[in-house]
């Protein structure tokens, strides 16, 4: 009896161990639309709460953190909370989008990585980039050229754009990560390394003045940048974390297999995992 209680406990803190990462003192930027964290006021989604800790929380259509007053196309409403790969997702339908307004937290030089999952309804909109995210003049998680996972970091040589070699399918969850170290970029699609390429140098954060706003959804130009938004995204999105440093193989496989469990009780953590895993194999 004694034994089968330690193996329960180990198993009990192994699983903590696994689900307990998702926040930890590099993750700047949390954004699971999963319960509270959707704040909705007479039945419309205003913002998303961040659960990083570090209140970088993003507004729904909005520039500058103010209503939008320079868009190429007049949002059909908020993105709408729809089934996500983990609890929620927002779907976001070609001409709304999430802006986390820029802070220090996010502004970032040296080493980064962003995640998210997406489920893209379409591999182009008619634009060169559909963006998941992007922090303009800064970093770009994207998806372009008909599926490919791409990014560019303003700072970084050599400059430009730099495609994973495998594509997304439409209709199809599929888990995308990128990392730049000081030396690598590297592209991760569904937990695996898909291609890396050599770099140097450092982020830029306000090679267009200002520090730039984070676009979910759209590639988001503050007023100031006298621009309008363009570059939007269709589709499902989900998961997003940016983190102040390079993730290892092992941590992103670790959101690709187990999302980001944030926000709950080690007491209640358990049967919530066990729910999500069920969830998960039915699928
Ligand atoms: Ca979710």
Redesign the pocket.
């Known amino acids: 009896m004694a034994k089968l209680i330690l193996t329960l406990n180990l198993i009990l803190i192994c699983l903590q161990m696994a689900f307990s990462k998702a926040v930890d003192e590099h993750t700047v930027l949390l954004l699971?639309?999963?319960g509270d964290s959707l704040v909705i006021d007479q039945g419309v989604l205003k913002k998303v709460k961040d659960l990083s800790g570090n209140g970088n929380d993003a507004f729904v259509n909005t520039q500058g953190g103010e209503p939008a007053v320079n868009l190429t196309k007049k949002p059909s409403g908020p993105p709408k909370v729809v089934e996500?790969?983990?609890?929620?997702?927002l779907y976001f339908d070609g001409t709304n989008f999430l802006e986390v307004p820029s802070s220090k937290t996010i502004e970032i030089t040296d080493q980064i990585t962003l995640e998210a999952w997406v489920k893209p309804e379409v591999l182009s909109m008619g634009e060169d980039n559909m963006t998941v995210l992007t922090k303009d003049c800064s970093y770009y998680m994207v998806l372009r050229e008909n599926g490919h996972l791409a990014t560019y970091f303003y700072g970084l040589n050599p400059p430009g754009y730099h495609l994973s070699k495998s594509t997304l399918k439409e209709g199809k969850w599929s888990h995308i990560a990128i990392t730049a170290d000081g030396s690598k970029v590297r592209l991760y699609i569904n937990g695996k390394l898909d291609s890396e390429i050599s770099s140097s140098g450092k982020i830029s954060v306000s090679e267009c003045g200002a520090p730039q706003s984070i676009g979910i959804g759209a590639e988001v130009r503050i007023p100031e940048r006298g621009q309008p938004n363009h570059r939007y995204f269709k589709g499902c999105i989900?998961?997003i974390r940016v983190s102040d440093t390079a993730r290892s193989e092992e941590e992103i496989k670790e959101s690709f297999m187990h999302g980001l469990q944030v926000g709950v009780e080690p007491s209640d953590k358990l049967p919530l995992t066990w729910g999500r895993l069920k969830r998960r194999n039915e699928r």
């Not at 996500?84 to 997702?89: E, H, L, S």
């Open positions: 699971n639309f999963d996500g790969k983990f609890g929620n997702a989900d998961e």
